[in-house]
């Protein structure tokens, strides 16, 4: 009788604890050095479907805030076209949006219906990138930016990258903004650029590396400056710009002597070949000394040669480990790219694949003998 009364008895604590709140659930499981988490940020939560466990496991400091909005953010939420599902992934993937004003929130849906009109859309780029959506200040500076970057002509696509990618750049004055364009518009036209091609080639480069904006414009004249010097011509500077893109605002003038100094040292070539082996491959421009030197030794470990290297400069654009692992998958065919091209290492995972195919399809394909007696299928 006690063995029944006691399994009956379990029986029935494990049916109330499907109806047990997840703040109750949770409360005698609270660490007593953490502070106690805010049941009614718990049981709202719980109400819309979200996944308690994984808020406490990755972000657990949100459901211990004294003041939340988790109602009023799925409201918002709801009036922009999510459903209840939608919901829960949002506050599941950013549970910091229950701790934003609800008139912040509000703030931020006006502003990004001017570049999503469409509700559908709208919240599909809010499922995708909830931070960018729920963390940006200073609303007055992000219409501006919004608006000045329209005013450009730039894609929709392009000012909403840079909106989810790097918030940040449109929390800063407008100001700010508008002298990096003008530096960018000043460096493609006095490098012969057209002003026809002006809009196209800034969203290449906007659309390469969206943190472009947050480069100061000085970082941009200074790396122009140092590749001058250098004795790049006006149309190889135009090629080199677009080849690199964003990343040269990011170069440092020394980091880049010092790369052009090893690379002219290591293959013993003259200026001008210098000049070729940048303009064939700019990637050696912002890769640090040391990277250089590992890649440049890896080569002449396993038999490259420096002409091979002078010829395919390109190849130092692949770490040693691809390096290696395209030579040994050569060698296993019987290609030794000691003795031939290394066109055929270089290049993306899909460009090599594609070299290897067509190499590994000839040496398998025998030669047609025209002359030849053709044999019958009983031979």
């Not at 106690?36 to 996944?51: C, F, G, K, M």
């Amino acid at each position: 009788m006690f063995r029944a009364t006691t399994a009956s008895l379990c029986t029935y604590c494990q049916r109330m604890r499907v109806f047990i709140p997840s703040s109750a659930a949770c409360a005698s499981t609270t660490s007593p050095n953490k502070r106690p988490e805010n049941p009614r940020t718990v049981d709202s939560l719980y109400e819309l479907s979200v996944d308690i466990r994984k808020i406490r496991k990755f972000k657990g400091w949100v459901l211990s805030e004294s003041s939340s909005y988790v109602s009023e953010t799925a409201d918002l939420l709801r009036d922009m076209g999510a459903d209840s599902a939608s919901i829960a992934r949002v506050l599941e993937t950013h549970p910091e949006a229950v701790l934003c004003q609800p008139a912040d929130v509000a703030a931020r849906r006006d502003l990004w219906v001017l570049l999503y009109p469409n509700k559908c859309e709208l919240m599909s780029i809010i499922e995708k990138f909830p931070a960018s959506f729920f963390t940006v200040t200073h609303h007055a500076n992000q219409r501006a930016n919004i608006q000045y970057l329209q005013s450009l002509h730039l894609g929709k696509r392009i000012i909403g990258k840079l909106m989810t990618s790097a918030p940040q750049s449109f929390s800063r004055p407008v100001e700010r903004n508008q002298e990096v364009i003008h530096t960018l518009r000043e460096t493609y036209l006095d490098l012969g650029g057209n002003e026809g091609n002006l809009r196209v080639w800034l969203q290449k480069l906007l659309s390469q590396n969206p943190y472009i904006l947050m480069r100061p414009a000085e970082a941009w004249r200074d790396s122009l400056g140092f590749l001058r010097e250098q004795g790049f011509t006006t149309e190889e500077l135009l090629n080199l710009v677009s080849s690199l893109g964003a990343s040269i605002a990011e170069l440092q003038p020394e980091a880049m002597r010092q790369a052009l100094d090893y690379i002219e040292g290591a293959l013993v070539c003259s200026e001008e070949e210098l000049k070729e082996i940048v303009i064939h491959c700019p990637a050696i421009l912002y890769y640090s000394l040391p990277t250089l030197v590992g890649r440049f030794q890896g080569l002449m470990d396993v038999g490259v040669s420096m002409e091979q290297v002078k010829e395919t400069p390109n190849v130092l654009e692949l770490t040693t480990q691809i390096v290696l692992y395209r030579i040994q998958k050569l060698a296993s065919y019987g290609y030794d790219v000691r003795f031939g091209s290394l066109d055929v290492i270089v290049g993306t995972k899909k460009d090599f694949e594609l070299s290897f195919g067509k190499l590994h399809l000839r040496q398998q394909r025998p030669l047609f003998n025209p002359v030849a007696p053709l044999k019958s299928a009983e031979e």
